[in-house]
């Protein structure tokens, strides 16, 4: 195991692959890592979303578009060209407050995680109970499928596309990572293991991606409250 920065009694974060190797980065050296590679592009001028929005996840295509959600209003919102459009109204295929987001432009499919998350006291735009992989049409917008994650106590968090077309989804509240074959009607189990489980009040599971070797990777999150002598 690769210890990530922080204090020995306070770590910032753990993250792994499916067969449990720890990432050697941590979260503060991917943000700066971020940070320096926008610093070296040149600046636009910034494009709002809907008032008093909270993006939680953005996702783009090859022609720098980019696709927004939201977690406490839902919908997606596209930006092209410097201009912000509703593409996916706020409760739109009975979606909730949007969380992952993904355009794959191969499938022209935009891949959503909807959730209910009032019991963070976030209503969202509509009364839809569960976690869900939702999918739209990534032009139009207009909804395509739903897929409900099967354990009650889910939260659909990411999302990534292999290149047979399959997509993969984390789950933030159980330690599962979903399915979902093209032309598939439900989600399946992919992967399971006990040190993917969420601890104790937190979040397990959070961001998943596919490397150039063909595996498939996911982080872990755990945040902690921890006092600091000065």
């Not at 927004?68 to 459009?85: M, R």
Request: glycine share 14%.
């Amino acid at each position: 195991m690769i210890k990530n920065n922080g204090d020995a009694a306070c770590p910032r974060a753990k993250g792994g692959s499916l067969n449990i190797r720890r990432a050697s980065l941590s979260a503060t050296v991917i943000i700066l890592a971020l940070g320096t590679a926008g610093a070296a592009s040149a600046e636009t001028a910034p494009v709002g979303v809907p008032d008093k929005s909270f993006p939680e996840s953005v996702t783009s295509t090859s022609d720098g578009t980019l696709y927004v959600g939201s977690f406490n209003q839902g919908g997606v919102t596209k930006i092209a060209g410097g201009k912000a459009e509703q593409l996916v109204k706020p409760g739109a295929g009975d979606s909730r407050s949007t969380l992952g987001v993904l355009a794959d432009e191969k499938s022209g499919t935009l891949y959503v995680c909807s959730n209910d998350i009032s019991g963070f006291g976030v209503a969202g735009p509509s009364e839809t109970k569960g976690a869900w992989l939702k999918t739209f049409d990534l032009k139009s917008g207009a909804p395509k499928g739903s897929f409900a994650l099967s354990d009650p106590k889910s939260l659909c968090n990411d999302i990534v596309v292999g290149a047979d077309g399959t997509a993969y989804v984390s789950d933030s509240f159980t330690p599962i990572v979903y399915s979902l074959k093209p032309g598939g009607t439900a989600l399946a189990t992919f992967a399971t293991d006990p040190q993917l489980a969420p601890a104790k009040d937190g979040v397990g599971l959070d961001g998943i991606a596919i490397g150039a070797d063909g595996n498939l990777y996911v982080t872990t999150f755990i945040r902690q409250n921890c006092s600091r002598s000065r």
